[in-house]
């Protein structure tokens, strides 16, 4: 990695709510055609986006690993016309963890989403997130009175996580080694 991308990178991580410097990590990351596992993050964002419900798990593990820089593409899927690549994008958001906190604002907005599953992958990337997603609260506990049984589930472990009285759902599930399908 180049010292302007380590520089940057470092800044980032120091300060993931500044909006600035999380996308200029991003634009660094496209203007040096930057890879991880032979693709850049355009290209694994292309992956996420038309593999339909079942994408594949390295799509989503990758941009999860390159962490930050992912961050503003991803939040440009969560209004996708695809409900699977909504869905994917969140829970991806969701693994990269507190870091994440730049994307509460759009997960919140796609709380509202029509499809069940985009819903229960957002509550379950905004648990994922932490308490960086109290912003999300008042949100969540209208959605305690969403019609699918498992996003009243989903939800209540989400408040719970975000405000640390549990440990996040992914994290948890990667540490333990369990392997999900990431959807119910």
């Not at 798990?57 to 209004?79: D, E, T, W």
């Amino acid at each position: 990695m180049n010292d302007v991308l380590a520089n940057i990178q470092r800044q980032a991580e120091e300060d993931p709510g500044n909006p600035e410097l999380v996308h200029q990590l991003a634009r660094t990351y496209e203007r040096l055609n930057w890879q991880y596992k032979n693709k850049t993050v355009g290209e694994w964002i292309a992956v996420l986006e038309s593999e339909g419900w079942r994408p594949s798990s390295n799509a989503s593990g990758a941009l999860s690993k390159i962490g930050l820089g992912a961050i503003p593409p991803l939040m440009k899927v969560l209004s996708s016309s695809s409900p699977a690549a909504r869905s994917y994008a969140s829970l991806t958001i969701g693994r990269i963890g507190p870091a994440a906190i730049l994307a509460v604002p759009p997960l919140i907005t796609t709380l509202d989403d029509p499809d069940w599953r985009v819903r229960y992958a957002a509550v379950t990337a905004l648990a994922d997130i932490g308490s960086n997603a109290k912003a999300a609260i008042p949100k969540l506990n209208i959605l305690l009175k969403d019609p699918e049984p498992k996003i009243k589930e989903a939800v209540e472990t989400a408040i719970n996580a975000i405000l640390n009285q549990l440990p996040p759902i992914s994290r948890t599930e990667q540490q333990s080694g369990t392997t999900t399908n990431m959807l119910p």
